[in-house]
């Protein structure tokens, strides 16, 4: 927030990382090889794009891929985001020597198991809803799947 004349600015955050953490720096950590059991049916849209496969998604892949899903439908339809990115990732600048301690903070990341919805759609025909996940797909380092609710 600050001031501009007469007017209080205040600046748009992006939501897909949380405000403040319980602590700065959290372990890296690995992603569960098996199905998760929560998380894996659609419960808001019609369509869905889901996981292939474990990993790690940063908070820019999860906005780049909302983008295109949303230029896509070109305001219809509606977006649900069902990852969120809650885990920061440090690293260390380059030409640093070992040690030291771990680095800064970097990025945010969220976990996704094998089988997870990560987005939802509605409110579009099947063919926009197909097209939005591919193009939502190559902005996204997984492999996944399109689904719909049956």
Same mark, same amino acid.
């Not at 950590?29 to 998604?57: N, V």
């Not at 939005?132 to 902005?139: G, V």
């Given at each position: ?7 209080? $600015?205040?600046? =748009?955050?992006?939501?897909? +990382?949380?405000?403040?953490?319980? +602590?700065?720096? +959290?372990? =890296? ?17 019609? +369509? ?24 896509? &439908? ?8 069902? $990852? &969120? ?14 040690? =030291? ?10 976990? $996704? ?5 990560? &987005? ?25 799947? &399109? $689904?719909?609710?049956?």
């Amino acid at each position: 927030m600050s001031k501009c004349g007469s007017h209080i $600015v205040t600046k =748009k955050r992006d939501v897909l +990382y949380p405000k403040r953490t319980r +602590y700065r720096k +959290y372990r =890296k950590g690995r992603c569960s090889r098996g199905c998760k059991t929560g998380g894996t049916q659609l419960g808001f849209g019609r +369509y869905g794009i889901r996981s292939c496969g474990a990993g790690r998604i940063s908070y820019r892949a999860i906005g780049a891929a909302r983008r295109a899903i949303s230029g896509q &439908f070109r305001r219809n339809g509606q977006i649900w985001v069902r $990852v &969120f990115a809650d885990l920061p990732i440090t690293g260390k600048p380059t030409e640093v020597r070992m040690g =030291k301690g771990k680095g800064n903070p970097t990025g945010w990341i969220a976990r $996704v198991s094998t089988g997870q919805i990560l &987005f939802e759609m509605d409110g579009v025909s099947l063919s926009d809803a197909r097209q939005a996940a591919t193009l939502a797909a190559h902005k996204l380092c997984l492999s996944t799947k &399109f $689904v719909q609710w049956s």
